[in-house]
Nanobody, 123 residues
Framework: VQLQASGGGLVQAGGSLSLSCAAS????????MAWFRQAPGKEREFVAA????????TYSDSAKGRFIIYKDNDKNTGYLQMNSLKPDDTAVYFCAASSGVYYGTKSDAFVFWGQGTLVTVSS
């Protein structure tokens, strides 16, 4: 599976951005897709995940209520809609996919990774 993340950019605090994660090679149908992020000088952290074949979603506390993870089956693409962005959301965002259905948040469980897209939120 190859993942291509896109949609990052510069936005003012309070604004919105939508990230995309396009999968090629194999369909997402039996995977969990997730978004992680890594801010400068910090460890990679979980943001949100979606079980592709179902409706289960998981969010970090920081993402809950502001971010929405969703999918487009026809395009084999996942998305992360980010609203009410804060400067603390500034990071490189990575999409990832597990090799099977996974309901957790540990990055080690995700074996396929996109290249990352930079999100910068100015104050």
């Amino acid at each position: 599976v190859q993942l291509q993340a896109s949609g990052g950019g510069l936005v003012q605090a309070g604004g919105s951005l939508s990230l995309s994660c396009a999968a090629s090679g194999r369909p997402f149908s039996s995977y969990t897709m997730a978004w992680f992020r890594q801010a400068p000088g910090k460890e990679r952290e979980f943001v949100a995940a979606l079980v592709w074949g179902g409706t289960s979603t998981t969010y970090s506390d920081s993402a809950k209520g502001r971010f929405i993870i969703y999918k487009d089956n026809d395009k084999n693409t996942g998305y992360l809609q980010m609203n009410s962005l804060k400067p603390d959301d500034t990071a490189v965002y990575f999409c990832a996919a597990s090799s099977g259905v996974y309901y957790g948040t540990k990055s080690d469980a995700f074996v396929f990774w996109g290249q990352g897209t930079l999100v910068t939120v100015s104050s």
